[in-house]
């Protein structure tokens, strides 16, 4: 295609997919000519041939001309900078977008995040086709199916925009990639553009937040609710009141936290936020292992969840009830030790119990997930007593935060040429221990190759990705403070007992 045609395919999609309107036409053909550095196009056509698995074509097509044209340097970080301004040259005004939610939500909810959703992946904030590449599969396991991926969708890091960032000024502004001055940013060498981003506002405890979804979907409608000021996380009764206030808002979508405490997170800690979405996790489809009766809140159901990690479920018809409970048990919590159980609220000074919060509406009632979690360290497990253990570390060493408490595993990119070879030395019986980057899959590889009699083209596949399963349910039980074994929901019983005293 020659530039004019990219563009007249631009602004055809752009029409066809809602984002821009007949009356802008010529308009949004015009914006896209000053961002090429061009004065004109040989036509402005309507009725142009278009579909959304295209985009990236004609968005390679677009970056190339403009590498060419010496517009931007060539690199990934430049490229994702100039597609972004041009897909923001699309992408409706903030005003027209809250005022379509807005519109929308009245009636049905459902329909405003359809609608917000849609726009987002149509404008490439979600980069679809990025997402498309993650590797993903389900595991079967005593918990259930637990949902595995290998994140291939956000790009490597350019050690050219590396090294031009590190010669940059440093700014504080956006303050971090979650603040609402994000929304339309231009982005520079070591920050993201932003230009077709939209947040919509919502209340929640009284407060205006923001709505957005993530640009890597991890899982379906992955949204993330930010305040508006950049303030730190932090998990407190109000946060269990914001949590109902969405669900009661949105009852399709669940809403949860990150703890508030390194280790034991896997997010930004400066920046209170909350991520949610359409989607039921496995932790959702675990059941009540044993009831629990809370003295003062027998109106609400409560149990010990069927979990690798130490999850209390509530769940009552009333809002205040569910939240007052919760508030309980975390401060409980959080001035909770059993050293016979290895669990100190502090040492030293440094504080580590929290939560991990989880709502959703359940059967048109109220329900909370809390999930605790304590970040204590040993010359012995350095990285975490309840983080993933270091035989564990070839598969996942990262932090587990919330989406991995609910039961989907976000393994890093690495795996993927990693586990290819392993492929490899098991079908060929090859020797990976003296080999740079497999060797330390070694041991692992050797458990495999006694558990299993033989490795085929046919089989092999399937065995690794549900040992990789296997290995990911183990990293979930390594978080956990209470163990799923008889000492370990005696410990957990103890502690009911505790908030019951």
Not at 223 to 230: M, P, Q, S
Not at 331 to 359: L, S, V
Not at 438 to 444: C, E, F, R
Request: aromatic share 8%; with cysteine.
């Amino acid at each position: 295609m020659s530039i004019s045609e990219c563009i007249d395919w631009l602004v055809e999609y752009g029409i066809k997919t809602g984002l821009v309107e007949e009356e802008d036409r010529i308009y949004t053909a015009n914006r896209l000519l000053e961002a090429l550095e061009l004065n004109e196009t040989e036509t402005v056509r309507s009725n142009v041939p278009v579909v959304r698995e295209k985009l990236d074509d004609v968005l390679k097509e677009v970056l190339d001309y403009a590498v060419e044209k010496g517009i931007i340097e060539e690199g990934i970080n430049s490229r994702d900078l100039f597609d972004t301004k041009i897909m923001g040259l699309l992408t409706p005004l903030p005003s027209k977008v809250i005022a379509k939610f807005n519109e929308l939500k009245i009636k049905d909810t459902k329909a405003a995040t359809d609608y917000f959703y849609k726009l987002s992946g149509d404008c490439n904030y979600i980069r679809t086709n990025r997402v498309k590449k993650d590797i993903k599969w389900k595991t079967s396991s005593v918990y259930g199916d637990i949902d595995i991926t290998i994140n291939l969708s956000k790009p490597e890091k350019d050690p050219r925009a590396i090294a031009a960032a590190k010669l940059m000024k440093q700014s504080g502004y956006p303050a971090c990639q979650l603040c609402v001055e994000n929304e339309g940013y231009a982005g520079r060498a070591d920050h993201p553009a932003r230009q077709n981003l939209r947040i919509v506002p919502i209340i929640m405890n009284n407060e205006e937040w923001g709505f957005q979804y993530s640009p890597y979907v991890y899982y379906n409608e992955h949204c993330i609710i930010l305040n508006r000021k950049h303030v730190p996380m932090k998990i407190d009764r109000a946060t269990f009141v914001k949590l109902l206030d969405f669900v009661e808002q949105f009852p399709h979508y669940i809403l949860g936290s990150n703890a508030d405490l390194p280790i034991v997170g896997g997010s930004i800690l400066t920046h209170d936020h909350f991520q949610g979405g359409n989607y039921e996790f496995a932790m959702a489809r675990a059941k009540i292992e044993k009831k629990i009766v809370f003295k003062g809140f027998e109106e609400i159901d409560a149990g010990i969840v069927k979990w690798p990690m130490s999850v209390i479920r509530l769940t009552g018809d009333s809002k205040r009830k569910v939240i007052e409970l919760a508030d309980k048990i975390l401060k409980g919590w959080r001035g909770y030790t059993d050293e016979e159980a290895f669990i100190f609220a502090e040492t030293d000074g440094e504080k580590h119990n929290t939560i991990t919060p989880i709502a959703r509406i359940c059967d048109e009632k109220f329900q909370l997930d809390l999930v605790l979690r304590n970040n204590i360290t040993t010359e012995e497990h350095p990285l975490g007593v309840y983080h993933p253990h270091a035989e564990l570390h070839h598969i996942k060493k990262e932090n587990i935060g919330l989406i991995e408490v609910m039961g989907c595993a976000i393994l890093p990119a690495r795996l993927k040429d990693e586990l290819a070879g392993i492929r490899t030395a098991l079908i060929e019986g090859k020797d990976i221990s003296g080999d740079p980057v497999l060797s330390q899959h070694a041991p692992w590889v050797e458990e495999l190759r006694k558990t299993y009699a033989c490795f085929t083209e046919e089989n092999v596949d399937g065995i690794i990705r549900d040992e990789v399963g296997k290995v990911f349910v183990k990293v979930l039980e390594d978080a956990g403070v209470y163990k799923c074994n008889e000492a370990g929901r005696t410990s957990f019983l103890r502690f009911i007992d505790s908030i019951n005293e």
